[in-house]
C-alpha cells in the first residue's frame, strides 16, 4: 500500500486524467464579489495545477465599464486579497492573467451577446478554445431569466461544431419559492437541454461532503448497519456564528429555511439518506437521491408544529462581546439607508429547524432533524449519526457510568473529519465506563490541503461531469416539501426574538427533539 502522502504514476495519471478540455468560461456578473472572492481565484488555483487547458480563457461581463486590461488588474487585485496564498509567482499570474478578457454590457441588450459571440469566435480561432463554452450566473437571480433568453436568441445556447459543447451554470438560490422555481426551469428548459444545465452548490463541492459517498459505500463495516436497525435518528447542522449584519435586506427576504436548508442541507441529507447507486455515474448518484426526496413523508399546513421550528435571535454575546439583535441591526441599516427601508419588527426567520421522515424501509421511524441558524455559539456543519442504546446495560455501578449511544459526527467545516464515539473501560479494579473518540481529520491525515469547493464544481463542469449538481426534479421536490412550512410562518406571526445570540436556539428546539423520546437532545458541537 502506497501511504497518500507520496505521489505515485497512478496518482499523477489520475490528475491528468482530470485536466479540463479547452474552453472558455464567461462570468456574468464578473465584477460581483462572488467573482472577485471564489471564481477567479479557484480558477486560478486550477491554473496552477495545471487542471486547465493551454486552450482556456475567461471572460467577464457586467455593467461597469472597463477594457481588458483593466479588468485584468481588479482580478490582480482581488486574487491577491482573496486567493489562498493570493497570486504566488508573479509570472505564472501574468501568464494566467493574459487568459482573462471582458465585455461591458447591459445583460438585457442584444448589442452585448452580438459583441459577446464575436469574442468567443475570435477566442477559438486565436486562443483554440475549440467552441466549448462555460456560461456561470453569477448576477442577482432576477436577470437570470433575461440572461437566458438573451443567449438563446443569440444562438450561443448551441454548439458551433459537433464536437463542441455549450454548458450553463446557475448560482442559488434557483427560485424564492415552488412557482418562482418552476417558472424559472421552464425558462431554462426553453432555451437549454437539461443536460447542458449545472445548478451549483458550493456545499456539494466541499471534501466532506464528498466523502459521505466514499464513507459509506467503499467500507463494509458501515453500510449494514445504516438502517432503522441501529440508528435512532440523525441531525443534521450548520451554525453560524456571524449575525445578518450588512446582509440584513438579502436576509429578510430569504430567511434561514431558505437560505441554507432547501439547498445545502436537503443536499447533504439526500447522500446520507440514499440506497447505493447502481454505478458512480452522475444519473445513477442523482437518481437515488431524488428516490429519498421523493420518498420523505410531505406534511400538511395542518402538520407544519409538529414537524419544523423556528427562530430569530434578539440581543446576546457572541466570543465575549455585546451584539444586537437581528430586528436592531435592521433598525441601524435603515438609519444608514438612503433607499429601501426594511421591517424593523421583522417576522423573518434566522434559525430554521424541520424534522424529516423518510417512508422506506432503511428509514422507517428514524428521524433526520436539521437545523441552521445565525449567531450561534460557534461556526460549524456537521452530519451526527446517533446509533440507538445498547437493550441491556451491564454497566449500572454509578449514576454517573450512564452510557451514552455510540455517535458518528462527519464534520463538514471547518476541521474536516469523522469522529466515533463510543464506551471504553477506565483504567482502575472498578468497571467503570467512560465515552472515548475515535478520531479522523483531513488535514494530518492526508497533508495536503482540501480544494476549494468552486475549483471542484468548476473543473467537474468543464469536464461534463454533473455528479455534484442539483438536477431540475430535486430542487423542484425541495421547494414542494417545504412549501408548507413557508406559506404558514409568512401568515403567522411569530413571538421574535425568541432565543439570544450565542445560544443554540429557541428552547422550543431541545423541546422538540426530546418529544417522545426523552433520551434524544441536540448534541452541541
Known amino acids: 500500500m502506497i501511504h497518500p502522502e507520496v505521489e505515485n504514476p497512478l496518482r499523477e495519471e489520475m490528475r491528468m486524467e482530470r485536466k479540463a478540455p479547452p474552453c472558455v468560461v464567461v462570468i456574468f456578473g464578473a465584477s460581483g464579489d462572488l467573482n472577485k472572492r471564489k471564481l477567479t481565484p479557484a480558477l486560478y488555483s486550477l491554473y496552477q495545477q495545471h487542471l486547465l487547458s493551454n486552450g482556456f480563457a475567461m471572460v467577464g461581463f457586467s455593467r461597469t465599464k472597463m477594457d481588458h486590461q483593466a479588468f485584468r488588474d481588479l482580478m490582480t487585485e ?19 492573467s493574459q487568459t482573462l478578457f471582458y465585455i461591458s454590457g447591459d445583460p438585457n441588450n442584444p448589442e452585448a451577446y452580438q459583441q459577446l459571440s464575436d469574442l468567443l469566435n475570435n477566442l477559438d480561432r486565436e486562443h483554440g478554445t475549440a467552441g466549448n463554452r462555460v456560461f456561470y450566473l453569477s448576477t442577482p437571480p432576477e436577470l437570470y431569466t433575461p440572461i437566458i433568453k438573451q443567449l438563446g436568441a443569440a444562438k450561443l445556447n448551441q454548439a458551433v461544431s459537433p464536437e463542441s459543447w455549450v454548458r450553463i451554470i446557475i448560482e442559488k438560490p434557483f427560485g424564492y419559492d415552488l412557482p418562482s422555481a ?16 449545472y445548478r451549483i452548490d458550493h456545499y456539494l463541492g466541499k471534501e466532506t461532503v464528498q466523502n459521505i459517498l466514499a464513507f459509506r459505500f467503499a467500507n463494509g463495516i458501515f453500510e449494514p448497519i445504516w438502517n432503522h436497525n441501529f440508528i435512532d435518528h440523525v441531525q443534521i447542522t450548520a451554525a453560524e456564528a456571524v449575525g445578518a449584519g450588512d446582509r440584513v435586506g438579502y436576509y429578510e427576504a430569504a430567511g434561514a429555511l431558505r437560505d441554507m436548508i432547501q439547498n445545502h442541507l436537503l443536499q447533504v441529507f439526500s447522500l446520507v439518506a440514499m440506497e447505493p447507486p447502481v454505478s458512480l455515474d452522475a444519473n445513477a448518484i442523482r437518481d437515488e437521491k431524488q428516490k429519498v426526496m421523493m420518498a420523505v413523508y410531505p406534511f400538511g399546513y395542518d402538520e407544519v408544529s409538529r414537524f419544523a421550528v423556528r427562530g430569530q435571535y434578539g440581543a446576546g454575546t457572541s466570543n465575549g462581546k455585546a451584539v444586537a439583535g437581528f430586528r436592531e441591526e435592521i433598525k441601524a441599516f435603515n ?15 434566522t434559525y430554521a429547524m424541520v424534522r424529516l421522515m423518510v417512508n422506506n424501509w432503511r428509514w422507517a421511524g428514524v428521524p433526520f432533524f436539521i437545523r441552521s441558524g445565525k449567531r450561534m455559539p460557534k461556526r460549524v456543519s456537521e452530519v451526527a449519526i446517533q446509533f440507538k442504546r445498547v437493550p441491556h446495560l451491564l454497566f449500572r455501578q ?7 449511544p455510540n455517535t458518528l459526527v462527519i464534520r463538514i467545516q471547518p476541521d474536516e473529519g469523522i469522529t466515533l464515539k463510543f464506551g471504553a473501560k477506565m483504567p482502575g479494579q472498578a468497571m467503570h465506563i467512560r465515552e472515548v473518540n475515535m478520531d479522523f481529520q483531513y488535514g494530518e491525515q492526508f497533508g495536503r490541503h482540501s480544494p476549494e469547493a468552486y475549483e471542484r464544481l468548476l473543473l467537474d463542469c468543464m469536464l461534463g461531469d454533473p455528479t455534484l449538481f442539483a438536477r431540475r426534479d430535486m430542487v423542484e421536490k425541495g421547494w414542494e416539501l417545504l412549501t408548507p412550512v413557508l406559506d404558514v410562518w409568512r401568515d403567522e406571526p411569530a413571538n421574535f426574538p425568541n432565543y439570544e445570540a450565542g ?9 422538540f427533539i426530546s418529544h417522545g423520546a426523552a433520551h434524544r437532545r441536540w448534541r452541541k458541537p
Open 78 to 96: 482581488t486574487t491577491k486579497e482573496f486567493g489562498e496564498g493570493g497570486i504566488g509567482d508573479p509570472s505564472v499570474w501574468e501568464s494566467f
Open 182 to 197: 418552476l417558472r424559472l426551469n421552464g425558462d431554462v428548459g426553453v432555451v437549454f437541454n437539461e443536460e447542458q444545465v
Open 335 to 349: 438609519e444608514k439607508s438612503k433607499g429601501h427601508k426594511y421591517n424593523e419588527e421583522s417576522n423573518t426567520e
Open 398 to 404: 454509578t449514576k454517573a457510568d450512564r452510557i451514552e
Open 503 to 511: 445560544s443554540w436556539g429557541p428552547a422550543e428546539a431541545d423541546t
